[in-house]
């Protein structure tokens, strides 16, 4: 914990450094939220908010306050109260969270409004993630309009207010030692529970079935929850990108693609395999799969710093437009198709995306319109795919209904990069060697 908290600590300093003199930053919670009538989801902490506390109750609000001589970080959390805690567990309260997390003072919620207008009075501008939450954007004004309403006595509003969410998220697109290793925690989860869903698979069970397998392995190992709805994409369900009904019937001969990962104290993990129903990949299967994976390694060797964003991106699209040509699937010379985005009828997404503390992690993936270049320390997924709609009438029948997507999580490295996401199948020899065993397993 105290390793932790000096962190947290650490992230509040380096934001405050960078926000403009004389203001405020305003951090809240997150809420609960309703699922339905009077239950609730899982409640989950507001991502920035734990990223510069590591607190994870609801009802909470965090100012900063550069330069202020009275204390320039301050905490409002809920009260200690019995019979709250009854219901709803032991809450930390406003002393044991001032001490837990080296924070100059700590108040109770119930005092925001009373408290919140004295913080903001005097500064020239206030820091908050504006139009993300209508109702604390409608409290920030109720604040400000109470020191206006004071301004002929003397008291002084804000004049500018400014976006929090590109300083507080370039800090998060640079992961330390700490969160990678979470990450790494996270993508060992989950490969568990890709290994336990590929083993399950056969011809006849259902695609919840192996939903089932992956949250039973990221629940044993330590994670409270997916970090996303999880795919389970059977035949032609592969070619929908966010398919996630998860009901259908797993026939013999259907590709299976899962994309799952698990959260592990709040990092994501991000992993797609795709397999055979039936253990055994068909010729058709088998080259669209093989082709998807060389174009997976082309962009994971082009995750280098120093590299442009997009430069893993293009080495995917050049190794899968080649290739279908090859196949004959497009028609054209190689650099005339890419040209033409010939290949977005069967690739029509990018090769990645940042990961963290949300799987589709905060930061810009552009700087003064050009691609940023790849630092050590970013993550980002991997992920290749082809699709060839059942729909698809420009190509043979016996294309149709193949989807195919690999991903990993890769982590840029000073020299290099590091694959978080191992311990999975992942050629089509292992695939299928592994699923021969696991199917001499079921009938031992």
Known sequence: MIQDRQE??????????????????LIAAAPARTRSNDTEYYYRQNSDFYYLTGFEEQNALLALIPGRKQGEVVLFCQEKD??????????????AAREQFDLDDAYPSADIDD?????????????????????????VMDWVKVIRAKAK?????PGEFLVLDHLLHELRLIKSKHEIELMQRAAEISAEGHRQAMAACEPGVYEYTLEAELN????????????????VAAGENSCIL?????DAEIKDGDLVLIDAG?????????????????????????????LVLKAQYAAIEAVQPGAAWDAPHNASVRVITQGLIKLGLIKGTLNAAIKREAYRDFYMHKVGHWIGIDVHDVGDYK???EWRLLEPGMVTTIEPGIYISPDNKSVPKKWRGIGVRIEDDVLVMKKGNRVLTTGIPKTVDEIETFMAQAKKSRAA
């Open 8 to 25: 947290y600590k650490q992230r509040r300093t380096e934001l405050m450094a960078q926000m403009e003199s004389n203001s405020i930053a």
């Open 82 to 95: 019995k019979l709250k805690e009854l219901w709803t567990g032991v809450l930390m309260g406003p002393d």
């Open 115 to 139: 408290i919140v207008p004295g913080l903001i009075e005097g500064r020239e501008r206030v820091y908050y993630s504006m139009g993300q939450d209508n109702r604390f954007d409608e409290r």
């Open 153 to 157: 006595l003397g008291a002084h509003p």
């Open 216 to 231: 039973y392995a990221f629940t044993r190992g330590g994670s409270r929850s997916p970090a996303y709805c999880s795919i």
């Open 242 to 246: 966010h398919y996630d009904r998860n």
């Open 262 to 290: 698990c959260e592990y104290k709040y990092y994501a993990s991000d992993i797609t395999r795709t397999f055979p129903a039936n253990g055994k990949f068909n010729q058709q299967q088998k080259a669209i799969y093989e």
């Open 367 to 369: 700087i003064d319109e």
